[in-house]
C-alpha cells in the first residue's frame, strides 16, 4: 500500500499553481507545502508519495507489464522491418556513394538480376567487414564501455520498477566526462596520425558491415541470456511468439556491472559515432576543399549539440520511456548501434561524395538554419529537463546540474499538474501547458534542418527527418495507447486541459 501524503486514491486533482492553488479538499494547507516543496526540489517526504503508485496504480501497472496487443504489425512486420532495414541501409549507401544520392533501379525485367548482382558486387568490395572496421567500430565500443565503468560522475536512482517490487535501480551517469575524453582522444589520435579522423567517413561502407554483423549478435546474446538465465530481470510481456518477442526484447535491465547496458547503447554508441562521421567528414572537405562548407558545419554543430545533450542530460535518460518500459530488444538493439550512426548522417556522407554547389546554400539560407536549429535546441533542450526534474522531485532524485550548457527555463517553479488515481502526476505547465509532446516536434524540426544540409539533389538525405516523422507520430500512438490505460479517465482529462499534441493549433 502506498503512503500517501495528498491522497491520490481518493482522486484529488491538484490544478493551477502547486504552490499556490486554491482548492477546496480537505487537507489542502498540507498539500500546497508540500507540493511547493516539490517544485523547489527539497522535498524528501514527497519521495514517499510517488515512489509508489497507489493499489489501484499498482493494478494498472501489472496490466501493463503483461502482453497486450501486437505492435509493429505483429509477427509479419517485425520480420519486415529486421530484414528490410539492413537491406535498405546497404541499398541507400550504395545510392549516395556511387551514384550521388540517384535512386538507382532495374532498367527493365531482365535487368532485374545484373541489378542485384551489381549491388552485391557493391556490397562485396566496399562494405566488406575489414580488419580496420572491425578495430575502428569495437574499439570505440570498447573506449566507451571503459569511460563508462571509470569516469567520475553523479549516481541516481531510475524510477521504481513495477516488474521488481517498485525497486529503484541507479544509474552511474558519466557520459558527459566520457565525451569530453573522447574528444580529447580523437583529437590526439587525428593530430599524431595514429587514426586520422577522415578514415572513418572514408571506411563507411566496412564498418556499417561490422556495425550491422554486432547488433545482429547482441540482440541474440542478450535474447539468450535473457530467457536462459533471467538476465536483466528475465522474461516480461511476453507474447509467446519467438520472433517478436526477439524484437521487441525479453528482459527490461540487462546490466554489465554497474553499467546499465540499455542507457549504454541509448547514449554512447549511437550519438558519438555520429558525430564522429560528421567530424570525419568535415575534416575530409577541409583537406580536400580547403574550407568546410557551411551545411557541413551545420552537421557538425547538430549532431554535437545532440551528443552533448544526451550527455549532460544523461541523468533524464531514466525517466524516459525507453528506459521505465521498453525491453532492450532487437529494436533498441540494432537501432542504436547500427540504424541511428548510419542512416542519420545522410547529408554528411553525400556531401563528402558530391560537389559543394550541388547543397551549399547561400549566407542567408545558412542564418535561417542556424537560427531554427538553435530555437528548436533550445526547446528541446528545456521541454525534457523540466519534465524530467519535475518527475526527479518527486522522487526526491532531483541533482541541479551545471553540465554546459545550462539553457533558460529548464526547471518550472511552482508547476501545475494533474494528480491521477495512479499516484503519478502530470505536468501542465511549462512547455508541457502548450502540447502533450512539445519535445518531439522541436526534435523532429531540427532533423528537418539535419536532412535539408543535403540540398535538393537526393531525397536520401532527408531520410532521418521522414522516417523521424513516423516514428514520432507512431511512438506518440503507442505512448498514448499506454498512458490511457495506465491513467484512464485521469488520461482524458489531461487531454483535454492539453489539447494539443504537437505544436498548438496545428497537431
Ligand atoms: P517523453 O519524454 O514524451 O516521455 C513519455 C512518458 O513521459 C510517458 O509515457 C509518461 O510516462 C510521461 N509523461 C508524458 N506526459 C507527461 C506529463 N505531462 N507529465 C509527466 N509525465 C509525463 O518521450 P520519450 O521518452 O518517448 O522520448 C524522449 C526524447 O527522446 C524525445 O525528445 C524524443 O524526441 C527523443 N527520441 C529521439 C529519437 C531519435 O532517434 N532521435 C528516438 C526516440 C526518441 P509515465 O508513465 O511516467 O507517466
Redesign the pocket.
Known sequence: MAVTIDSPATNLRQRGSAGGSSSKANGTTKLKSNAQKIANGESQALLKVNAVPTEHGQEMDKKLDQHQDYEFGGPAGVIAMMVGFPALMYYLWICLWFYQGSLVHPKSIDDIVPFLQRMGQHIYEDAYPTKFACVTYLGLTAIQIFFAFVMPGVTLNG?PVPSMGYKTLPYHCNALLSWYATIVLAAVLHKTGIYRLPWIVENYGPIMTVALITSFSVSIIIDLCSRLFNYGGGPIRMSGNVIYDHFMGISLNPRLGPVDLKMFAEVRVPWVLLILISVSGAVKQYEELGRVTGNMAHMVLATGLYMNACAKGEQMIPQ???M??EKFGWMLIFWNMAG?PFTYCYPVIYMVRAPASTYDFPILGQIAMFTTLILCYWI?DSA?AQ?SA??MQQQGEYIPRKSFPQVPWSVVENPT?IQTKHG?????SGW?AYA??P??AA?WIQSVTWGLTGGFNTPITMFYPIF?LV??VH?CGR?FA??AR?YGDDWDE?CKV?RWKFIPGIY
Open positions: 524510477l524516459t520511456w525507453d521505465f518500459h541511428v528541446f525534457m519534465k519535475f518527475k499538474y503519478n502526476k502530470l505536468l501542465t508541457w502533450r509532446k519535445n518531439y526534435d523521424f516514428v514520432l511512438r505512448d499506454k498512458c495506465k489531461y492539453v
